[in-house]
């Protein structure tokens, strides 16, 4: 009875060690509340390579708060449509219908790409820009809901204000972000990795000025 | 595995406990428990929930989320007004603190300010007008009442509003122009705490009926009868500012006012006095007149008022205080609280008498605090009952509950034509109206105040309103036909009223408004130039003093926080330990030691109590330092609608209810007073209570009183516990050491002291500045989400407050002096929790504090045993907050803790590191006064100071040469960084 018992604990648990060594070679698996790699499908498909990397758009000409808040700020519909209400679609598929619209001499239609069309969805316009509610009230602005793919556990209190203005790049924890075309966690965001990065600092500076980052419990529990 | 406690653990040796059976042994358990747990961290492997950021379509230009905003506004909490910053963070208000800018209140801001901001997401407070008990829309409302008014316009019948004190001057203009429309409109103002009889003294002594404007700061000596002014009396908040900056020691030469208290119970004012004379409420008037006698007799008159003959008690006291007075003739203060008209003449009197009145009685500056009248309110009260009222508005008042005699405004409420009831919750005046229209939160409105001629504030919305809501003045001027907003009728008035009597000569209209609105107030030109001649005549109403009675009085008290009722749906506030009692979520018969003897009562037995026709049926509190032959009980209790109270708390087995199912929280005996000479009297003469035979259990957060040992333990010199240091200050101004108890042995047994390379923060709290008012404990409450727990568990000692005020009484029963000692986590340099601790939870940091890291602690409980000063609280439940909403209070800077963890006092780490980043992103370092803690923050007294060590500038560093100041158990080792200065005195009124 006792050795049947025991072989039964002993097998699962042998099995769940080979789901374990078996699943992390194929697809990564870590412990429970690390994201790394975490790569969540948007609702509307943003390119950071397109706007940070190509385009050269600064981080915090749309992040603006990542500089004086505890947040770095996703954003507001308006900020995108600071530029969008110029730009309605790829400027390849704009150039394509002018180069067809003057072949066949006509006046080019406006081109609304399937991803922009979203974004006047949500800021309650039609294709021409014009509100779908003409009442003036902008009824029908729906917010976009975005996945959050940085996340913290509750008891962990980071401020993005802190860090930039100590002058650390936004690439130092979100990596090579004008690179990716959907924004994926790269770092494991383990209070192991931020203390490393603290005590680093300390030693050598950033930016080349000294800081005095915390180590402390109190510097990130509270 | 929870069950085999010696083998779950996992670490060290089994010592003990049951012995394995030999079937499954320790051994393979641990295997399998192993195993188990691989499994379980496999299967927890998914991936995390999707959660949204959804950020805003256009964003309102001065909010940064996660960043607060403050809005600069007036407080509603009661009619003191005083200056109030409002945070919001992400759109809602989450903490109310002082307007460190505002003259009256300065930066502090009293209990029942602070916690206003939880009663804004209260899920019972009304949100659609009802007529006749069903909900129905405004513009239904509208044309029952417009109706209504023209069947008025004749005048066959009145119409009357009847408010609060609360009303500023905007509403009031409104109600004129509204009552102008009718030939027999009349406003009428009631206070529930009502101090009529001063008005009244006044318009006797001066013809223009008014309080004066009271300014402790430049009494030399204070006399005050049953004037509770540090607690509940007119403008706690100014007159606790005040008091504090007519008792600074630390000069040169020591500066302290005196201060002689009469008093019958034991009040908060009383237990801060220098000189404390008990007293029953039937006999001060007889010392008033004696008084009067003895200083007119110094002044070389003959006394204008009876002279009752020496008083066989307190003679030396009166003679002492009348030459005291007379010494500092215009720089005296005489105040009384008792709502007797011949003693309020007294009063006027003696401060006209003794020059006063150019300085602290101020009679130039009528405060805006409390100017009803009974005697209106009574006569309304005719007048409904006649059938005379067409239309009767209420507003900011509930005189079903508090008027005298039980249930007489409510059935002559229901004698008006027409009933219009404004409320925030379902009231005992609303139930009896035809309509009731919803009051809207002061944290949602447009409003304005003018608590004294020459200040008016604003108050400005910092959400959008929960419910549909309109005000007093929004509804009279719609009514009467010029329907605009609140905000265009503030305008309106200040641009026609108010702004011509500006203070600065300069700035068009929307620039005052505009500085206005952002400071929160505005300074104007005094109103009224000369206060008038004193009118000797009026004392002839003074007769002499009636027989002298050993009939028990019932005195009837408001207490901090909850005050009149108004607040009794605030939890915090009921929760909140009375500053003296320590009892929560209840009123309590409050007799003394000896009245409880010849009385036959015991602690906690039930007496029944019939003042007048109301009975009343209540626990015994036996409190020392109480007149004999008195019982106190307190207002504010027995509210409709508290039985929402009676599932606070924690649900689990042996749960009680904080009230049963139905009742409510405490009794009322507002109904409990009679009107007598023209004013609602706080005192009743009553028969001998009878005890029911039951009991009720008084929750107290504070059950040891004294700080003298026990007989067993004391040392021959019956020394007391040098918890506190006291001193007088006749022996303070010889040795600025007096008091102390000498420096202590100390030795270290740690051999590396902590390094402290940026900074090190320390606090001191000055116990002669502390008045134990509790500001503080509500102010770390909102701070720090420190949740309601119930009475059941205080009772068990398990509240959560984070900062609690001890109190000790010292003295026999006849002299009792009291002393107030906020506690709170020492942040001991050697500190005994966390040496103890087995998952390092508790530890210390480069910068002073004593760190609690919720995400490790395990709830061993080491560290509350050995902490010396009980200052840390484990969560035993994951406290439900009550409300629903009441979640939206919550500060998203500070983790809410969960069940089986332990917490304490973090020194606001969550400020310090604010305080840091904001100096980073300055560019500078971090400044004395940055980090301010919550506490710091709205002490009125601003006894507490707060500051790093490391900065030589600061006023924290500089306080450490300060020759009060003492650490709390210094001789056991624990080097707190807390110090508190000794508690000064000025008991022989020897002032410097």
């Known amino acids: 009875m006792n050795n049947r018992l025991l072989g039964i604990f002993l097998g699962t648990g042998l099995l769940f060690c080979l789901t374990i060594f078996l699943t992390s070679y194929a697809n990564n698996v870590r412990l429970p509340g690390n994201d790394e790699g975490y790569e969540p499908v948007q609702p509307v498909a943003y390119s950071h390579r397109l706007h940070a990397g190509e385009l050269g758009l600064a981080c915090l000409h749309c992040h603006s708060d990542a500089g004086r808040s505890r947040n770095a700020g996703i954003p507001t519909l308006q900020t995108c449509m600071d530029c969008h209400k110029f730009v309605t679609a790829p400027i390849l598929d704009i150039r394509a219908e002018d180069e067809r619209a003057t072949a066949a001499k006509e006046k080019p239609r406006r081109i609304v790409s399937a991803e922009l069309r979203k974004l006047y969805a949500a800021a309650g316009l039609d294709d021409d820009l014009r509100p779908v509610q003409p009442d003036g009230t902008g009824a029908g602005a729906q917010s976009i809901g975005w996945v959050r793919v940085h996340a913290l556990p509750d008891f962990v209190y980071f401020n993005h204000g802190a860090h930039v203005s100590a002058g650390v790049e936004c690439q130092t924890c979100h990596g090579a972000i004008e690179t990716m075309e959907r924004v994926r966690q790269v770092s494991d965001l383990s209070m192991g990795w931020c203390v490393n990065c603290h005590r680093g600092a300390n030693a050598t500076g950033v930016g080349g000025s000294a800081v005095a980052a915390p180590t402390d419990c109190a510097g990130c529990h509270y | ?992």
């Open chain 2, 1 to 992: 595995m929870k069950n085999d406690h010696s083998g779950g653990g996992g670490a060290g040796p089994a010592v003990g406990g049951p012995r394995p059976s030999p079937g499954f042994n320790r051994r393979s358990f641990l295997k399998a428990a192993g195993f188990t747990l691989a499994g379980a961290m496999v299967a927890g492997c998914d991936r995390r929930k999707v959660e949204r950021a959804i950020p805003y379509l256009v964003k309102p230009e001065e909010v940064i989320p996660g960043t607060p905003t403050w809005y600069a506004s007036t407080c509603g909490g009661c009619e003191a007004a005083c200056g109030i910053l409002i945070k919001n963070r992400d759109g809602r208000p989450i903490k109310i603190e002082g307007n460190p800018g505002h003259p009256l209140s300065g930066g502090g801001l009293c209990a029942t300010g602070q916690a206003m901001v939880l009663s804004l997401y209260d899920s019972h407070r009304l949100r659609k007008p009802l007529l006749r008990g069903a909900e129905t829309a405004w513009e239904e409302i509208d044309r029952v009442v417009t109706g209504r008014l023209t069947g008025l316009s004749g005048g066959e019948k009145g119409v009357r509003i009847l408010t609060g004190s609360s009303p500023g001057p905007t509403t009031l203009a409104a109600v004129e122009a509204f009552l102008a429309r009718f030939p027999d409109g009349k406003h009428v103002t009631v206070d529930a705490l009502s101090a009529s009889a001063i008005s009244d003294a006044h318009e006797a002594c001066y013809g223009r009926r008014f309080v004066p404007h009271y300014r402790f700061d430049r009494a030399k000596v204070i006399a005050s009868f049953d004037a509770d002014f540090l607690g509940t009396w007119l403008s706690p908040v100014e007159f606790t500012r005040a008091y504090r900056a007519g008792r600074s020691i630390d000069g040169t030469t020591p500066s302290m006012s005196h201060h002689v208290q009469f008093e019958s119970r034991m009040s908060l004012t009383g237990s801060n006095a220098d000189r404390r004379v008990v007293t029953r409420p039937d006999e001060q008037y007889r010392l008033l007149l004696r008084l009067t006698a003895l200083v007119d007799r110094r002044a070389g008159r003959s006394p204008v008022t009876p002279d009752p003959g020496p008083d066989p008690a307190h003679e030396d006291e009166l003679r002492r205080l009348a030459a005291a007075l007379h010494a500092r003739r215009g720089e005296g203060l005489v105040v009384c609280g008792s709502n007797h008209l011949p003693s309020q003449l007294l009063v006027a009197y003696l401060n006209h008498a003794l020059g006063n009145t150019g300085a602290a009685a101020d009679l130039a500056s009528a405060s805006g605090c409390r100017r009803g009248s009974d005697a209106a309110a009574a006569e309304l009260l005719r007048e409904l009952d006649g059938g005379g009222v067409g239309l009767l508005i209420v507003c900011d008042a509930n005189p079903a509950y508090d008027w005298p005699g039980e249930g007489t405004f409510a059935a002559a409420i229901s004698k008006a034509d027409l009933s219009v009831v404004f409320a925030s919750h379902a009231n005992e005046t609303s139930s009896v109206a035809d309509i009731v229209l919803p009051r809207a939160h002061p944290l949602e409105e447009w409003d304005d105040a003018q608590p004294v001629p020459d200040l008016a504030s604003v108050r400005q919305p910092a959400i959008t309103p929960f419910g549909e809501t309109r005000s007093l003045m929004s509804c009279l001027y719609r009514w009467a036909g010029d329907p605009v907003t609140d905000l265009e009728a503030i305008r309106r008035h200040w641009r026609a009223n108010l702004y011509p009597r500006r203070a600065t000569a300069a700035g068009t209209f929307d620039t005052f408004w505009n500085d206005t609105v952002y400071g929160g107030f505005a300074r104007l030109k005094p109103g009224v130039a000369s206060p008038g001649t004193f009118n000797g005549s009026a004392m002839n109403r003074c007769g002499g003093p009636g027989p002298r009675t050993r009939e028990l009085v019932l005195e009837l008290y408001p207490t901090v926080g909850l005050l009149d009722g108004r607040h009794a749906h605030n939890p915090w506030l009921q929760e909140l330990p009375d500053p003296v009692t320590k009892v929560v979520w209840d009123n309590y018969a409050s007799v003394s030691p000896a009245t409880a003897a010849d009385l036959g009562l015991r602690q906690e037995d039930i007496v029944r109590i019939t003042p007048g026709g109301v009975a009343l049926e209540l626990p015994v509190l036996i409190q020392p330092g109480q007149a004999d032959g008195t019982v106190a009980v307190a207002l504010g209790y027995g509210r409709m609608g508290t039985d929402r109270f009676s599932g606070v708390g924690p649900e689990w087995f042996e749960a009680v209810h904080t009230v049963e199912p139905g009742e409510t929280v405490g009794r009322n005996a507002g109904q409990a007073r009679e009107m007598r000479e023209g004013a609602i009297a706080n005192w009743v003469v009553v028969p001998r209570p009878t005890q029911t035979g039951g009991t009720r259990v008084l929750a107290r957060t504070q059950e040891y009183d004294s700080l003298t040992m026990p007989a067993g333990l004391a040392p021959e010199d019956g020394e007391p516990r040098p918890i506190i240091q006291e001193a007088t200050l006749a022996a303070y101004a010889v040795s600025r050491t007096a008091g102390g108890h000498g420096k202590h042995e100390l030795f270290d047994i740690w051999p590396d002291e902590h390094q402290f390379p940026n900074h090190r923060w320390a606090m001191s709290i000055d116990l002669t500045a502390c008045t134990g008012c509790s500001a503080c404990v509500v102010g770390c409450q909102a701070e720090n989400n420190i949740p309601v727990v119930g009475k059941d568990e205080v009772s068990r000692n398990r509240e959560m407050a984070w900062l609690r005020i001890d109190r000790y009484y010292s003295g026999d029963h006849g002299d009792v002096r009291v002393s107030h000692q906020p506690m709170l986590c020492q942040h001991c340099e050697h500190a005994p929790c966390e040496t103890v601790c087995p998952t390092l939870a508790t530890v210390h940091n480069d910068e002073g504090l004593n760190q609690q890291v919720y995400n490790r602690c395990v709830g061993t409980r080491y560290c509350s045993n050995n902490c010396p000063y009980k200052i840390r609280r484990f969560n035993w439940f994951d406290y439900p907050r009550g409300d629903e909403m009441a979640r939206l209070v919550l500060n998203p800077d500070v983790a809410v803790r969960e069940r089986g963890i332990m917490e304490k006092c973090s020194f606001c780490v969550q400020r310090i590191q604010e305080g840091k980043i904001r100096a980073r992103e300055e560019h500078r370092p971090v400044a004395d006064g940055d980090v301010k803690t919550a506490c710091e923050q709205s002490c009125p007294a601003q006894a507490i100071v707060f500051g790093d060590l490391r900065d030589p500038e600061s006023r924290i560093s500089k306080l450490q040469s300060n020759p009060r100041m003492f650490r709390v158990l210094e001789e056991t080792g624990t080097a707190p960084s807390i110090a508190y200065m000794t508690l000064v005195r000025n008991e022989g009124g020897a002032d410097g």
